[in-house]
């Protein structure tokens, strides 16, 4: 699942964790989520069979969760071959190729851009080096050059009383400087996004705080960005954007910075270029179709889908169980929840955890976020059912749609472009099913949870029936659900309902249903691993949605859509 606001650097995020956790030493083993339910951390893969199964699903996830993966971040390597193991089991399967060319990939126009050779920047004489005196980052095609700007010591960043008008910042380089933190130490971080539209007239923004950097967030912030294609014409021109070591800062100014009021003006002025480099980075939605078996209804289709990407890897490692051991205690919903210094009796909690961890496994270095959870759970599910549907001796009448969307992580990338740009007509959907991290939910993940715990979100959005569906469906299984609605609910924090790719189905008008089990402390950690999976839930689950799928594909009618179908270029609103 994305997260809801932008990411603090992963790296920075997880060395401030275990700042706290690596003095603290076990919850106990069996309290810490199941560390008496842990299995083992790989696992050989068996064949998989017809039926929904927790072995079928645990063969799969420890395939697709792998540290051979690297993370499955969109654009890189791992998502390449974790897209490839998917398009492998859905050939095996004999279903009908949907993306691009009659493959079934279809590709998304996601670039990779990186700084240019001979950048530079240079100011009365001296000219400043990339890496070394700045540490430029990619703000988009329009923001390039800086050509004789004036510089403007635009005050301390925190509040706008303390920072230059943007009128005083018009066609300047405005140098923004950082206070310290409460602890009294050096802080580097400012929100650019936020700095680069207050001042979106200027010709860039720097930020003197490269020298309190460390070195993996330098490491982070220096990697070529990747995003989506955008039409310059449909880009709003924004200032380059830069961190600068103090002394870069004080030569553009003229002066040191502690001597100076905001909007004072240097005498120099700065001449250079930031231009960023672009090339296709790899980025593809996974699409394959089980045709109905009624040639009146086969035209229509059944979605049911997860996202294949994750957060990728680390640049350094950290110790895994005391990043478990901390988040169990202090951040129980994971990146969710901001860090923060344990108190004396959270600490002496972490060192019962982390004693409890010990026993049953030796310290270990981690730096890849599997995604093992977020959603590989969910992505095993979508094959699992492909897999029981497509081996059952009747089909469903409508087709079934089966589509793992690539950059949900980035921000709903690929299902927005799948249905901007759909390989089956868009109206001919007649209801869509998201899966998103539906591998937990055990009492001690999420408040309220245990055995058939499920979220539900959306569910009556659109369609009061389809909703009701789901409830009936669950009533006549087996097992008992217990549905948690209380994320649904119009202005909830978690804004769970603009989260995940149902919501670009949801703008069309297309009736959906996101399936979750919650967050929990491994979300967005590299600590989200297929060991902490409860296989027996997602069976119950995975089931769940392929009876919701089947009864959907066989009603005599579509679906009814009851309510307002909302504006699809509009922002989401839950």
Known sequence: ??????????????????????????????????????????????????????????????????DSMMGRRVGTEGHLKSTAYIEREVRRLGLVPAGDSGGYFQNLPVFSRTLAAGQTLASGGTTFKPWVDYLPRDNGPTARTVDNAPVVFGGVWGDTATMIAPAAAAGKL?????????????????????????????????????DAMDAEARAVLSESSVNVKVPEDRLPP???????????AEELLGAPMRSLKRGAVSTKKVTGSLRFDESQAPARNVVAILPGSDPKLKGEYVAIGAHNDHIGFEH????????????????????????????????????????????????????????????????VTVLEIAEALSKAPAKPKRSMLFIWHAGEEEGLWGSEYFTDHPTVPRDSIVAELNIDMVGRGRADDVKGGGPGYVQLIGSRRLSTELGDLVETVAKASPTPFKFDYQFDANGHPQQYYCRSDHYEYAR????????????????????????????????????????????????????VVDKAKPDPRAQCVQ
Not at 40 to 55: G, N, V
Not at 174 to 198: E, F, H, K, S
Not at 335 to 360: M, V, Y
């Open 1 to 66: 699942m994305t997260l809801v606001r932008p990411p603090l650097v992963r790296t920075v995020r997880n060395a401030v964790l275990l700042v706290g956790a690596l003095v603290a030493p076990a919850v106990t083993g069996a309290q810490m989520a199941g560390a008496s339910r842990e299995l083992p951390l790989k696992r050989a893969p068996q064949p998989t069979a017809a039926d929904i199964t927790p072995a079928d699903l645990l063969t799969r996830l420890y395939i697709f969760a792998d």
């Open 174 to 210: 405005v140098v923004i400087a950082i206070p310290d933190g409460p602890d009294g130490q050096p802080r580097w971080q400012a929100n650019r996004g936020a700095l680069t539209q207050y001042y979106l007239g200027a010709v860039a923004v720097a930020v003197a705080s490269l």
């Open 238 to 248: 924004v200032p380059a954007f830069l961190y600068t070591s103090r002394s870069m």
């Open 316 to 379: 350094g490692g950290v110790d895994h169980d005391s990043l478990r051991a901390f988040n169990a205690v202090v951040r129980p919903g994971g990146a969710d929840d901001e860090p923060r210094a344990p108190t004396a009796d959270e600490t002496s909690r972490i060192r019962t955890i982390l004693d409890s961890l010990r026993k049953i496994h030796p310290p270990r270095l981690d730096s890849i976020s599997n995604g093992a959870d977020d959603d590989g759970s969910g992505t």
């Open 508 to 559: 069309y008008g297309n009736p959906i249903v996101f399936f979750s089990t919650g967050g929990h402390r491994d979300y967005h950690q590299v600590t989200d691993e297929p060991q902490y999976i409860d296989y027996d839930q997602l069976t119950r689950v995975a089931t769940l949605i392929k009876d919701v799928a089947v009864r959907v594909a066989n009603f005599d009618h579509r679906v």
